[in-house]
């Protein structure tokens, strides 16, 4: 791992989970953590309820465009998240794998997303704490 980790997040639609976490993590870490998320089947838009979940807490997802993972954000991660994306996401040998099982945003309002987010905030932090990451906000 470099001095400067870099964390690649899939679930598969890339439009709820994913992006929150990156979204988090980016946040959170600033530059000193390369941030990548993808999807095995990208929605044509970043799930609503998610950025208004996300919007609650200072931060912008919106111009957030759900997107393939690449061939060369799975070469350059350090560790890659999965959330939810089973066979559909890809593996790498040698490469270091996290699974978080969270609910899936998808379809539901920002009453029922807000616990996803803050799940995903919990480990986003263990995360950043794992990598030797202080969070920015203390």
């Not at 929150?20 to 309820?49: C, I, K, T």
């Not at 350090?78 to 040998?93: A, E, F, R, S």
């Amino acid at each position: 791992m470099s001095d400067r980790p870099a964390v690649l997040f899939l679930c598969v639609h890339n439009a709820g989970r994913s992006q929150m976490a990156s979204g988090l993590l980016r946040h959170l870490a600033g530059d000193r953590v390369q941030v990548f998320s993808g999807g095995s089947e990208p929605a044509d838009q970043v799930n609503p309820a998610a950025v208004a979940a996300m919007a609650e807490k200072g931060i912008d997802i919106a111009d957030q465009q759900p997107q393939r993972w690449s061939d060369s954000d799975l070469e350059q991660a350090d560790v890659i998240v999965t959330m939810g994306c089973g066979d559909t996401c890809p593996v790498l040998p040698g490469k270091r794998y996290v699974d978080w099982p969270l609910d899936d945003p998808a379809g539901q309002g920002v009453e029922a997303v807000r616990p996803i987010r803050d799940e995903i905030e919990s480990k986003v932090r263990g995360l950043m704490t794992e990598l030797g990451v202080e969070p920015t906000d203390g």
